[in-house]
């Protein structure tokens, strides 16, 4: 079994496909993504409806949940006070641009996601079994992971949310982070896919994938309301 895992697209279609051009490639028998499909960069209509098309299993992420309940905040946490205003710039922005069909469809997408497979079961999430917009970085103290995961059948645990890509074992429990497609933090620029092999063992292998930046840096030209730091 060979499980294809991307997550916070953000609004980066440049980034989707070329990830998805490597999933052909790797034949995976399922693909999941862990949501976030928008905000952020210029393209979040074109994200969702191919992510739609795909109709594969979809996790909400919590920029989902803002913008498609058109809450006031997309449940970020941010570091300074220019990253916040930053940020609830790129949030009016997305908010307002995306159609009323793709909102519908933001709001139906998946709180979490189980595959099982022989003694293996995985669990799929964006923040964490417990909160959609919680922060699960690879320094996170053992106990922590193994307390929010005893209440849990699943001996695997894969998220999103922060961007970084990790993968963890801890005692019984392996954690798997599968990094950003759209916005990468972990200082690569390229979009991040995970593959999941799952035979005896499980090995976990993450593929980083250039895509054409300078298309999507020209199309910032067209929006001079989004922030330009991206």
Request: net charge negative; aromatic share 10%; proline share 6%.
């Amino acid at each position: 079994m060979k499980i294809a895992v991307f997550s916070d697209l953000h609004g980066n279609i440049f980034a989707l496909e070329a990830v998805l051009k490597v999933i052909v490639q790797a034949q995976a028998n399922e693909i999941v993504c862990l949501g976030d499909l928008v905000g952020y960069h210029p393209f979040p209509n074109e994200v969702v409806e191919r992510i739609r098309r795909l109709a594969i299993p979809t996790i909400m992420g919590n920029y989902d949940q803002g913008v498609g309940f058109d809450l006031d905040d997309c449940g970020c946490a941010y570091r300074s006070q220019e990253e916040r205003e930053r940020g609830h710039l790129s949030f009016a922005w997305t908010r307002r641009v995306v159609t009323q069909e793709h909102k519908q469809f933001l709001t139906q997408l998946l709180p979490r996601y189980e595959i099982e497979f022989g003694e293996h079961r995985l669990l799929f999430v964006h923040g964490s079994p417990r909160r959609i917009n919680e922060y699960l970085f690879p320094d996170r103290p053992e106990e922590s992971f193994l307390h929010m995961m005893e209440k849990e059948k699943a001996q695997v645990l894969v998220c999103g949310h922060t961007h970084i890509p990790f993968c963890r074992r801890i005692q019984h429990l392996l954690v798997i982070n599968d990094g950003s497609v759209g916005l990468p933090k972990d200082g690569d620029w390229r979009a991040c896919l995970c593959l999941i092999e799952i035979g005896e063992e499980i090995t976990v292998h993450f593929e980083r994938i250039p895509y054409p930046r300078e298309l999507l840096l020209h199309e910032y030209e067209k929006y001079p309301e989004l922030p330009r730091f991206l």
